[in-house]
């Protein structure tokens, strides 16, 4: 049987604002338990909410960055359920009219391809608390610091077919955000969070089949991997004669599989009614256009740019344009006027890999981008090699120092100077008599030998284009 | 003798320095003690006289408020900082708010004294005070009978000048119904006119808050301080608050006065429907044009009322959930257990209905039934008004289809529903509405309702102010008083 895969996601991107979406509360991760939830947030009495037009203005951000139809009119409803991190007994959220009504995003597949992924809706809507239950023995912890920060749910069409697709998206969701300053993507403080609707049919089928929705994803790397179990285990049901059950399923990235939390029957039954607390979002088309005026360039016409402007292959300029930091990076360097090809190869090569391996994010780079350019612009004006050039980048990674000092002390400048260069390569011939005679004889790889060992003795500073020319000169 | 003062009274008193408000504080408290009306759940003496010292030093450096050293009594469905605040329920019984409401903030600011927090129904449910934990209050002009509800302690402290006046809340006719029952003066606002932030929800988009008085003229100087938008409240309104006491002198002559034809029908008590008819005529004499107007959808408000009410509390009542504070139940099992029996166990029966009311109309498959239609006739119901306000300014009618009745004497709730069949659909059209004293039956006092158009409160009080300048019913006492 051959079948395909039809995947939905539902991001929940935590807003940057400073304070809660219904109170006054700070919104800064990592205070102390319970120091950051006002009366308001605690669900005290008598209390009521006062929607922060900081987190509409992020919302309608998002739809505008999208071509969502903003919902000029949206309401904000009860969610209710009982729960003890819900201190209320209902979350704030939108249900009937949400905010942001349908857009779409372009996301690269496989092979320079482009696909669009229809987004179906993003509502804002209040966090709630966190239970901690491994701190007290026989008790629940709750820690409502979280409770009543802003969220924008995103919900995507079923327009993806494969975890890579879903990955895709939501990187790109991932890197929107970012762009136009509505989420710091923190993926560990749990800022961007993704629930995956994963559903197979046989192929062709036009119904769609029963879903499941996969649960506490908090990596990219998870949700690929999440994805492709759930595909497998739907695979092995239908296969077996039995039938996928509607379910909420939990991934657990230690055993590395998915498991039921809750079937559709055991679903809570929310009553969902409009907040009579808070009045309705209007939203006039001046402020659309004020904020419409505001929103930065975004990664796909970066890219595009990149591309035409700079000659980037499309690849560079998508890895480089998925992540703003990143652009910003690169930009930065353009800015103190580093050639660009060589400034992206160098933040996607060297830069990205050292990051890689020691954890850290480019942000916290020690080695900023005025500093990185300057050592690609020894190697434009050929003062160093490129082989050179990864010496110095490690020891600028470790030391922080610049690119130039560390040429200047350890004397690393490039030898341009034919006379210092010629015996060298004279007294290279010499010594390798053999090597000479096979070489002359026809066997022209041995020019990388003399290449090396020219090196070797002038410690890598001499120039490779001028020891190759005055090589094929006198071993011809 | 002080307590026969009307708040304007006790104002200029206290100005002309003819008492301190520590000696008139001191009167009030004395007076609640010998009191056997339970009109209390709280007294905050010390509070009270330390509020009282206070304010007499304003006074006599000169800095006070017309408020200023005036004692009341303060409803216990409004937070206030330190004090227990239990909306007459067991679940909240341990509640000691730590915040202080917009409107236990404001009268503190203008110096007020509060005296103590007053007895209700549960979390403003019931019309009969016999939904209170804290046990039933009497009415002072018969102790068999009930004051009234939910706000049956302020309308009873105040009718017994317990207090100089006192603080209700209005989601169905809870200010207006005491009122009358107990024959004093009572305002419910435009909704959004004065601010909920602090007060125990029952229904959201119907809650409001307002004085009950002597008189139209003291609820116009509370009114003054109660009201105004506070961005606390999303619903509150941004719109001037206007001096209420103004224009309370002015002529009525030639007010259009609505009868509406509904509320004289089946249900209405003869000595009731006599004294209102008496009072109209009054308004006659006064030079007012009476004419008979058409509610036609006001049949549907009880049953509206019972849709909406319960729907927002079944929601606003979840996180009384044993959780975080108030009332818990002992040894919780496991997480069920403890919602169980704290919600069980902590709530009582009038609640647990419209809880259960509330969760089944808006559940899955009945929400269009029940909470859309609902919502529905309620636009219906404005609309009535909106048509009857095209033709005259004030309407009138009963406040209550009878006058108070015995304690234990209504056993079922629908019966009980129906006491409030005049005055909720003031509350789902958001108008305000008012009760004063028009006269009596049975020696029992009877409340003239008046419904006024969206912020007309300063018309409304100048109507009632001038048929208080024509009657003496609003300065009758109960006996020993």
Redesign the interface.
Known sequence: MVWETVIGLEIHSQLSTKSKIFSGASTSFGAEPNTQAC?VD??????????NKEAVMMALRFGLAVNAKINQHSIFA?K?Y?Y?DL????QISQFEIPIVGQGEIEISIAEGDTKMIGITRAHLEEDAGKSIHDMYKDF?A?DLNRAGTPLLEIVSEPDMSNAKEAVAYAKKIHALVQYIGICDGNMQEGSFRCDANVSIRKKGAKELGTRAELKNINSFKFLEKAINLEVERQQDVLEDGEKVVQETRLYDDMKNETRSMRSKEEAN?Y???PD????PVDIDDALLSQIRTTLPELPTEKKSRYISEFGLNSYDAENLTSQKAFADFFESMLYEKAEAKLSANWIMGELSAALNKNQMNIKDSPISAKELSGLVKRITDETISGKIAKDVFMTMWECQRSADEIIESQGLKQMTDIAAIEPIIDKVIANNSTQVEQYRAGNKKLLGFFVGQVMKETQGKANPKQVNQLLNEKLS | MMHKFSVAELSKGLKNRDFSSVELTKHYLKRIERSDLNAFITVTEDLALSQAREADSRLTKGNANVLTGIPYAHKDIFCTKGIKTSAGSKILDPFISPYDATLSYKLNTEGMVMLGKTNMDELAMGSSNENSYYGPVNNPWDKKRVPGGSSGGSAAAVAARLSAFATGTDTGGSIRQPASLCGITGLKPTYGRVSRYGMIAYASSLDQAGPITQSAEDAALVLNTMAGFDDKDSTSMNKDVPDYTENLNNSIKGLKIGIPKEYFSEGLDDGVAKVILQSIKEFESMGAIVEEVSLPNSAYAVPTYYIVAPCECSSNLSRLDGVRYGYRCDDPKDLNDLYLRSRSEGFGEEVKRRIMIGTYALSAGYYDAYYLKAQKVRQLISEDFKKAFQRVDVIMGPVSPTTAFELDAIKDSVSMYMADIYTLSVNLAGLPGMSIPAGFSNNLPVGLQMIGNYWSEEVLLNVAHQFQTQTDWHVHLPENT
């Open positions: 009366a605690l669900g005290l009495p008598g209390v009521l909410p006062v929607l009860r209710n009982f003890p201190p209320k007994g209902y629940t709750i039954d009553r969902y009614f009579p607390d808070l009045l």
